[in-house]
């Protein structure tokens, strides 16, 4: 083997450093994935979900636009599908439309009372009025005083103030779509852009018809409606 030969197949033998389109460095002892390790990380919190936020993981975001075909076709071997908002800087995955083939449902649905999805509602709202000037920051007094009118006859101000306490932990904690403005204070918060993605407006004309139905007395109360499908493993919180 002559010296010019000799360093071709060293060559041929160090893996590309991870652009998608070849073998990276392995980041560990026999590692076979072709994707750098940021976009492993992106394709990571998308599947963990609910959603990957450009503005809080500024890295991720972009190894995610880097990699998209690449991540999008792993997602696709999941089952999955990913949805991109590159002006909102928002992603997520979903369940696949397979139509009938036998297909696992790797994304779960969020279960939601009523109250939940009335709140649900009332942000969604104040998002599309508000995001073309920017960050939409509300307060919890404005969101609660809009939620009063679900207030039911025997619930005293204590008690329903309670409820409102649990779902505005879940806008937080469960579906993540508020977010502590900074110094702020904790009362104030920013409603997260993909919001006006996971929610139609088919399902807001869905819900708000159900809603209606319910305050002419026409009929029982029935449990919450599911909002869409979003990110995080089946059986995770």
């Given amino acids: 083997m002559t ?12 893996p590309s450093d991870g652009d998608g389109e070849g073998p990276m460095a392995g980041a560990w002892r026999g590692d076979t994935g072709i994707l750098s390790v940021p976009s492993r990380q992106a394709l990571l ?26 991540i999008r076709s792993r997602l696709h071997e999941l089952f999955l599908d990913l949805v991109v908002d590159g002006v909102a800087e928002v992603a997520f995955v979903r369940n696949a439309e397979v139509g009938e083939a036998d297909a696992p449902r790797t994304v779960r649905s969020e279960s ?3 109250l939940d999805t009335a709140m649900l509602l009332v ?7 508000r995001e073309g000037d920017g960050r939409v920051i509300v307060g919890q007094d404005e969101v609660y005083e809009r939620l009063r009118v679900y207030r039911p006859d025997d619930h005293d101000d204590k008690l329903f103030t309670s409820r409102l306490n649990s779902s505005w932990s879940t806008m937080k904690n469960r579906l993540r779509i508020l977010h502590s403005a900074g110094s702020v204070g904790e009362d104030r918060v920013e409603i997260s852009p993909v919001l006006r993605l996971i929610v139609s407006a088919e399902q807001v004309h869905q819900i708000e018809q159900e809603y209606r139905r319910i305050a002419e007395g026409s009929g ?6 599911r909002t869409d499908e979003v990110g995080g493993e089946e059986g995770n919180a």
Avoid: C, H, N
């Fill in 220 to 225: 029982l109360l029935v449990p919450g409606p």
């Fill in 123 to 129: 942000l969604r709202e104040l998002l599309l009025s």
């Fill in 3 to 14: 010296k010019d030969t000799m360093t071709d197949a060293v060559e041929q033998a160090v």
């Fill in 112 to 114: 939601l009372s009523f």
């Fill in 45 to 70: 919190a998308l599947i963990k979900g609910p959603y990957l936020s450009g503005r809080q993981k500024p890295a991720v975001w972009s190894a995610l636009l880097a990699d998209e075909s690449v």
